[in-house]
T-cell receptor, first 110, second 114 residues
């Protein structure tokens, strides 16, 4: 059974700081890993999708890495902004569907 | 369309009443997934479909929950005899296939059982 863990559960940083969110999973037989953002009262917005054969994906100030063998992914956010405040979730997809971590609640203070 | 459409956005039911939620996946996506999120906590997988066939239903509380994806109709998730603990946001997602493609989520239906 796939278990997905996200650390830390909450993070508060001043504006402009670079930060790293972590996602670990127990079963390396995955199709892909997807990072989402959830704003309060809203749905999920896909940020980055990394296939199992890839090592990283980049979009603007976001960079996600994947180390399948060790069961880890990181989401790097450069030069954080107050608008980045949200809950960030990782979802690991395998033949049984996706399993989500509990999320990291990020607050970026002006 | 290019978005997953969930209706209604909000639903209030008295305990013991029936609730029915709908999801229209993105055209061309053959997989549909339902998740439950209680009080902003962890996403709990409920059920997935490949076209109109159940793919994985290991997360479904089978006593009161049922779901369908019929051709040419929105998918539905139905809860018979709702309980207070069913209060949650129910998210639907679709995917182009079960393999390397990611998910696109709808904005959710907030169910409140009073």
């Amino acid at each position: 059974k796939q278990e997905v863990t996200q650390i830390p559960a909450a993070l508060s940083v001043p504006e402009g700081e670079n930060l790293v969110l972590n996602c670990s999973f127990t079963d390396s037989a995955i199709y892909n890993l997807q990072w989402f953002r959830q704003d309060p009262g809203k749905g999920l917005t896909s940020l980055l999708l990394i296939q199992s054969s890839q090592r990283e994906q980049t979009s603007g100030r976001l960079n996600a890495s994947l180390d399948k063998s060790s069961g880890r992914s990181t989401l790097y956010i450069a030069a954080s902004q107050p608008g980045d405040s949200a809950t960030y979730l990782c979802a690991v997809k395998s033949s049984f569907g996706a399993r989500f971590g509990a999320g990291t609640r990020l607050t970026v203070k002006p | 369309g290019e978005e997953v459409a969930q209706t209604p956005k909000h639903l209030v039911r008295g305990e013991g009443q029936k609730a029915k939620l709908y999801c229209a996946p993105i055209k061309g996506h053959s997989y549909v997934f339902w998740y439950q999120q209680v009080l902003k906590n962890e996403f709990k997988f409920l059920i997935s479909f490949q076209n109109e066939n159940v793919f994985d239903e290991t997360g479904m509380p089978k006593e009161r929950f049922s779901a369908k994806c019929l051709p040419n109709s929105p998918c539905s998730l139905e809860i018979q005899a709702t309980k207070l603990e069913d209060s949650a946001v129910y998210f639907c997602a679709s995917s182009q296939s079960g393999g390397p493609y990611g998910y696109t989520f709808g904005s959710g239906t907030r169910l409140t059982v009073v």
